[in-house]
């Protein structure tokens, strides 16, 4: 990796924050922050070249043994972190696949396609795979829930479908978009659903209900994807205006608005820890931007040409980009090592409600002034902002090593014992379909020749 060099410092533009810290390097810094809380820099861990096309999507298994890529080149990608353990490149899909993600417990990766079908794969050097047609055109997002139990897609037919995973069977759908939807994504607890479509609206639902909640209204463009802050009080979503918004779901106010790409905003993902937000552009640059203190913190040059797709690892301590070049970058975040204490720690949504900003804004402001002297220079938050009370370390699954290995060992027997019992479970369901509708079939015969045989029978004249 090259050496890092610091970015020119920002400039603003039409009243607004514009930070951009260029560099002939791959990783550029907002030379705007306090020497005294710098952090340390992302560094370049891995760099996985196998597609033969542009990289869509990407995302990590929970136990950070995985990550999952699909492009293109209709193919879907497995690569495992431990440099010795090679590939597996899985091909089914007919067309580009558009969406991957792995399932919470690692054990099954959905991918979505072109071709109008969504494919559950097992992620072994074996590709087994189920397929199920989901919708009447491209599909273009599957996200699984937490508990794993329901999956969610997104399509050009402008409609998000929630299905039941076990049996791939359909629950319901949900039909006010007027035009192409780009991405669905459920909320932390599972109870609300997010979508951002083409028709320049994001959707909030609620799941239970099936009704659209509210609508957010996107002016000068559309939103490529949307996603829940951490704490599910927020989302934020990547727009073709170049811009990256943040709204508040529950005052339904806009609390932050970036400008800091020079292109569409393609893809986005929150830390865990709900601090931090990655960005991926059409700039070519994928950007990680300090949601409590509404600032841009890096701007990281890896990528030639547009960065399709971002995902932070479920700790957070790594992240991954997938660009148009072919590439899968995967970055170490260093957060946790940073002099100011960013250790995985949930926080409430970057900025409170608006009663609540009105009681604190003045000490807050007090506070920021005592420690910096003045208000933040790279500030692009459009409202004040507010770290809540911090809450308990988020918890995430994650394989420890220093677990027994029988154990470990015993528990992966288990789970893949019970990936076999689901799918059987799942070839006796389909076999017992098609009995049932042969069955039916038979009768409707029996019932048609029986009317046959009425028809042509005629009673004798009597005299």
């Avoid at 893949?416 to 409707?444: A, F, N, W």
Wanted: proline residues 4%.
């Amino acid at each position: 990796m090259r050496n890092v060099r610091l970015g020119p410092k920002d400039k603003r533009q039409g009243g607004t924050s514009k930070l951009e810290a260029a560099s002939s390097s791959p990783l550029g810094r907002d030379s705007s922050r306090n020497s005294a809380t710098m952090r340390p820099d992302p560094t370049l861990e891995r760099n996985f070249k196998g597609h033969k096309e542009a990289v869509t999507s990407v995302d990590f298994s929970s136990s950070m043994k995985q990550i999952a890529t699909c492009s293109t080149d209709c193919s879907v990608m497995i690569w495992n972190m431990k440099p010795q353990r090679r590939a597996y490149r899985f091909d089914g899909h007919e067309d580009s696949v558009t969406s991957i993600q792995f399932s919470p417990s690692g054990h099954l990766v959905a991918s979505c396609s072109k071709d109008k079908t969504v494919r559950l794969w097992v992620p072994n050097i074996k590709a087994q795979s189920t397929v199920f047609k989901a919708h009447t055109a491209t599909v273009r997002s599957v996200h699984f829930s937490e508990d794993g139990q329901a999956l969610i897609t997104a399509s050009d037919d402008k409609t998000v479908k929630v299905w039941a995973l076990h049996r791939q069977k359909f629950l319901f759908s949900l039909n006010q978009h007027i035009n192409w939807v780009r991405c669905a994504r459920f909320s932390p607890d599972s109870r609300l659903i997010i979508s951002s479509s083409d028709d320049k609206t994001i959707k909030l639902w609620d799941k239970n209900s099936r009704e659209c909640i509210h609508s957010f209204y996107e002016h000068a463009g559309y939103a490529n994807y949307v996603d829940f802050h951490p704490s599910g009080t927020c989302i934020a979503a990547a727009s073709t205006d170049n811009s990256v918004k943040v709204w508040d779901i529950r005052s339904h106010k806009m609390l932050q608005h970036y400008q800091v790409h020079n292109g569409a905003v393609n893809c986005l993902s929150f830390h865990p820890s709900g601090n931090f937000l990655l960005t991926a552009s059409n700039d070519s640059t994928t950007k990680i931007l300090d949601l409590v203190e509404g600032k841009l913190l890096f701007t990281l040059h890896g990528h030639q040409g547009p960065v399709n797709c971002v995902a932070f690892s479920r700790t957070g301590d790594y992240f991954a980009s997938g660009g148009s070049d072919e590439q899968v970058m995967v970055w170490k975040s260093n957060f946790d090592e940073s002099s100011d204490g960013a250790r995985v720690q949930q926080s409430t949504c970057p900025t409170r409600q608006a009663s609540e900003l009105s009681q604190t804004a003045a000490k807050t402001g007090r506070r920021h002034a005592g420690a910096h002297g003045r208000s933040s220079p790279g500030s692009t938050s459009t409202h004040t902002n507010v770290q809540g009370p911090p809450e308990p370390p988020l918890q995430v699954p994650l394989a420890s090593e220093e677990s027994p290995t029988g154990l470990t060992s015993t528990l992966e027997h288990i789970m893949g014992q019970l990936d076999v019992l689901t799918q059987t479970v799942s070839i006796l369901e389909q076999r017992l379909t098609l009995t049932e509708d042969k069955l039916k079939e038979c009768l409707q015969n029996q019932v048609a020749s029986h009317a046959r045989d009425q028809a042509s029978w005629t009673p004798h004249a009597q005299y």
